[in-house]
C-alpha cells in the first residue's frame, strides 16, 4: 500500500506536542537528543513539519542558524510508519530552501544517519575545524549545538558515536 501524499510547511504552536511524540522514540533509542517542551516552543519557528492531507503531522525537522553563512540541521524527525516514503527527503528540501533564503552557504548535522545525509550531500567532516577568528567567536555561544559542532569536550556525551556532516550549499 502506498501512503498518501505529504505536504512540508512551517511548524506552529499546535505542532509541538506531536513533534514531541516523534522524537521522543528516538530519543530513548539514543538516536537524537532530548529536548524540552519549553526549548521546542521556543525554537518553533525554526521548524518545518510534514503533514497528510488529513492534518497528520507524520516528520519533522528544524534549522537553526549559527553563524553568517552556517547553519544546523536539528532534530529531523520521521514516523517509523512513514520511513522510507521521502518524508525525510522533503523536510530537507525544505529546510534547505529555507538556509537559502537566509543567505547561508554550508549546513552542519550531527547524526547517525549517515547513509541519509550522504546522500544528501553532506560529507563527514572529520577532525575539520574552523578558522581561529570564527572559533573564538563560535565557542561564546551557549547554544550546545555549535559546541557539537566545534567539537567540545562538554558535548563529547552528546556525540559518542555520531558523525559531524557538513554540505556546502
Same mark, same amino acid.
Given at each position: 500500500?502506498?501512503?498518501?501524499?505529504?505536504?512540508?510547511?512551517?511548524?506552529?504552536?499546535?505542532?509541538?506536542?506531536?513533534?514531541?511524540? =516523534?522524537?521522543?522514540? $528516538?530519543?530513548?533509542?539514543?538516536? $537524537?537528543?532530548?529536548?524540552?517542551?519549553?526549548? =521546542?516552543?521556543? @525554537?518553533?519557528?525554526?521548524?518545518?513539519?510534514?503533514?497528510?492531507?488529513?492534518?497528520?503531522?507524520?516528520?519533522?525537522?528544524?534549522?537553526?542558524?549559527?553563524?553568517?553563512?552556517?547553519?544546523?540541521?536539528?532534530? &529531523?524527525?520521521?514516523?517509523?510508519?512513514? &520511513?522510507?516514503?521521502?518524508?525525510?527527503?522533503? *523536510? *530537507?528540501?525544505?529546510?534547505?530552501?529555507?538556509?537559502?533564503?537566509?543567505?547561508?552557504?554550508?549546513?552542519?548535522?550531527?547524526?547517525?544517519?549517515?547513509?541519509?545525509?550522504?546522500?544528501?550531500?553532506?560529507?563527514?567532516?572529520?577532525?575539520? +575545524?574552523?578558522?581561529?577568528? $570564527?572559533? @573564538?567567536?563560535?565557542?561564546?555561544?551557549?547554544?550546545?549545538?555549535?559546541?557539537?559542532?566545534?567539537? *567540545?569536550?562538554?558535548?563529547?556525551?552528546?556525540? =559518542?558515536?555520531? +558523525?559531524?556532516?557538513?554540505?556546502? *550549499?
Amino acid at each position: 500500500m502506498t501512503q498518501p501524499p505529504i505536504t512540508v510547511r512551517r511548524a506552529r504552536t499546535t505542532d509541538v506536542p506531536r513533534i514531541v511524540d =516523534l522524537v521522543e522514540p $528516538l530519543v530513548a533509542r539514543r538516536i $537524537l537528543l532530548g529536548k524540552e517542551r519549553v526549548d =521546542l516552543y521556543g @525554537a518553533v519557528q525554526e521548524f518545518r513539519v510534514a503533514e497528510t492531507a488529513d492534518g497528520a503531522v507524520v516528520g519533522c525537522g528544524a534549522l537553526h542558524v549559527m553563524w553568517e553563512d552556517l547553519g544546523e540541521i536539528r532534530t &529531523l524527525a520521521v514516523g517509523d510508519e512513514w &520511513l522510507g516514503h521521502g518524508v525525510g527527503h522533503a *523536510l *530537507l528540501a525544505a529546510l534547505e530552501a529555507d538556509a537559502r533564503e537566509l543567505g547561508l552557504s554550508r549546513l552542519f548535522c550531527l547524526t547517525f544517519e549517515v547513509a541519509f545525509f550522504g546522500r544528501h550531500g553532506f560529507e563527514d567532516m572529520g577532525a575539520e +575545524t574552523v578558522d581561529p577568528e $570564527l572559533y @573564538a567567536e563560535l565557542v561564546r555561544s551557549h547554544d550546545e549545538g555549535v559546541a557539537e559542532f566545534l567539537d *567540545l569536550a562538554r558535548v563529547k556525551q552528546n556525540t =559518542l558515536g555520531n +558523525t559531524r556532516m557538513l554540505k556546502v *550549499l
